[in-house]
């Protein structure tokens, strides 16, 4: 803190003779100064500091990201899926960690881009657009050409539009056209990537950016405080949770700090973790802090429909924020700042569940397909417009000896639906899901299974993201055993 302490007194002040506007006098120093006062303001009868900015003239060096990654809440938040709501299956996190050695006159610029159109189709994937129509190619040609030799080389000028040869080589023609036809599609996709072969390019989904910087600042009791500051979101109109900022999270509890700037979106302070009991609370000094190089930084709750994939880059600022809520702004030619920072693949959450109980739902009448309609109804509850492919595979299954314990279950597949692209609409039931509980209805009546309290109908579920013109690649959401007893059901 800066003060100023009386230290000599001027007395005997006289003027000199023949000098005009000269004066002369003596000075006594003190020892021990009768007054020492901080330079500040008075607020309230106690004293404001004046604080002095610092300008750091070294260049920052650039930070180092450690990890990214997208898991479903159910591993970082520790939920109960016993009890959870289908929508909450639908739910991710995304993280990105990285160590950087702060300065007090340093902030972070962080850029999360979700729903990343840079997410290409690469190595084996990418050869799969091309695997089908070639293999195609390859399995039929002998035949066509077998078929050109046979009908095409006897076509002649003399030849009429109904002769056999001529329909017999038409037929040929035609055959060799759509298989070639398809390889020259596959080969331009291939060749020349377009937004229609991103991974999640169907055009249903928005990229969307979060932008934002990180101050450390001196807090409330010397405490450290994280403060979000300039958030901004594109496109305007799109709404994120605000972005958690972890240090040493086994060692200490972020909490909200009660002296939030007005101009941050959130400030945090770090409480150590001890026991319930014991008071009162100690937090991270702002000291402390500085020193202490790792970072998380973390969106919770992601819809893995809308948004379905992140990515983060970071950038260091110096000297951008050297006073209390930046009411001064920092000449340019002070501020310096690193190369931005970042992964160069997104983060993509594959939510594998492996098994939901249909049966913890209320749907009425107690159908099949009124079970099935109250889980989509729940699962897609915040989705429209977005263009997903949905499979499911359907087994019978029952206990031939249900008094052992241990004896495995009997297995029937009793239906299949293949990958169909699907654009879920809230109140509207998926257009799926009739065909397929009918499938299994039928079944069930034409079978007459025996139904017991071992009798359960179970459904593999995987939904994917895009649509039906494109590879399937890994599910955004599988479910093992989608099961409910079927002595529940009524197939009427």
């Not at 330079?39 to 990201?65: C, D, M």
């Not at 729940?378 to 314990?405: A, C, H, Q, R, W």
């Not at 899901?433 to 025996?450: G, H, M, Q, R």
């Amino acid at each position: 803190m800066l003060g100023y302490a009386l230290t000599h007194l001027e007395c005997n002040i006289t003027n000199v003779p023949g000098i005009e506007n000269y004066e002369q006098s003596t000075w006594i120093q003190f020892v021990n100064p009768p007054l020492n006062n901080a330079v500040g303001k008075i607020n309230n009868n106690e004293l404001v500091p004046t604080e002095f900015p610092v300008v750091l003239r070294a260049l920052p060096t650039p930070p180092s990201i450690t990890a990214q990654t997208a898991a479903p809440v159910s591993q970082t938040l520790k939920i109960d899926f016993a009890s959870a709501l289908p929508s909450d299956l639908a739910d991710w996190n995304y993280s990105l960690s990285y160590e950087y050695n702060n300065s007090a006159q340093d902030s972070m610029t962080t850029v999360i881009t979700l729903n990343s159109q840079n997410t290409l189709l690469t190595g084996d994937e990418d050869q799969s657009i091309l695997f089908t129509p070639l293999a195609q190619f390859v399995s039929v040609y002998n035949d066509i050409f077998k078929d050109f030799e046979a009908f095409l080389r006897k076509v002649n000028a003399s030849s009429k539009p109904t002769d056999t040869n001529v329909l017999n080589a038409q037929i040929a023609l035609d055959a060799f056209e759509k298989i070639v036809g398809a390889f020259a599609t596959a080969y331009d996709q291939w060749a020349n990537p377009s937004d229609t072969d991103l991974l999640f390019g169907s055009g249903s989904i928005t990229q969307v950016t979060y932008t934002f910087d990180i101050v450390l600042a001196d807090g409330k009791d010397g405490n450290a405080r994280i403060d979000v500051l300039k958030e901004k979101i594109l496109p305007l109109g799109q709404t994120l949770p605000p972005p958690l900022i972890q240090i040493k999270p086994t060692v200490y509890k972020r909490v909200d700090a009660p002296d939030k700037p007005a101009d941050a979106l959130v400030s945090y302070n770090y409480e150590l973790i001890t026991s319930p009991n014991s008071e009162p609370a100690t937090y991270l000094s702002y000291k402390d802090a500085l020193a202490i190089p790792d970072r998380t930084i973390a969106l919770d709750e992601l819809n893995v429909f809308n948004l379905q994939n992140g990515l983060a880059e970071i950038q260091v600022l110096r000297n951008e924020y050297l006073l209390p809520e930046n009411t001064i702004k920092t000449n340019a030619e002070f501020q310096f700042g690193t190369p931005q920072v970042k992964f160069a693949n997104s983060a993509i959450p594959s939510l594998d569940y492996p098994s939901f109980d249909l049966g913890t739902l209320e749907a009425a009448p107690p159908t099949l397909d009124a079970y099935l309609n109250t889980f989509f109804d729940s699962l897609f509850k915040d989705v429209s417009g977005i263009s997903v492919l949905v499979k499911m595979t359907g087994v019978f299954s029952y206990n031939l000896l249900p008094e052992i314990s241990d004896f495995p279950d009997t297995n029937i597949p009793i239906a299949l639906l293949p990958p169909i692209e699907v654009t879920p609409k809230p109140g509207q039931p998926l257009p799926v899901v009739e065909p397929f509980t009918n499938a299994v209805t039928d079944w069930i009546k034409s079978t007459k299974p025996v139904i017991n309290s071992s009798s359960k109908l179970s459904f593999k579920l995987e939904i994917f993201a895009g649509s039906s013109n494109q590879s399937l690649q890994m599910p955004l959401l599988s479910i093992g055993r989608l099961f409910i007893d079927a002595e529940k059901l009524k197939f009427d």
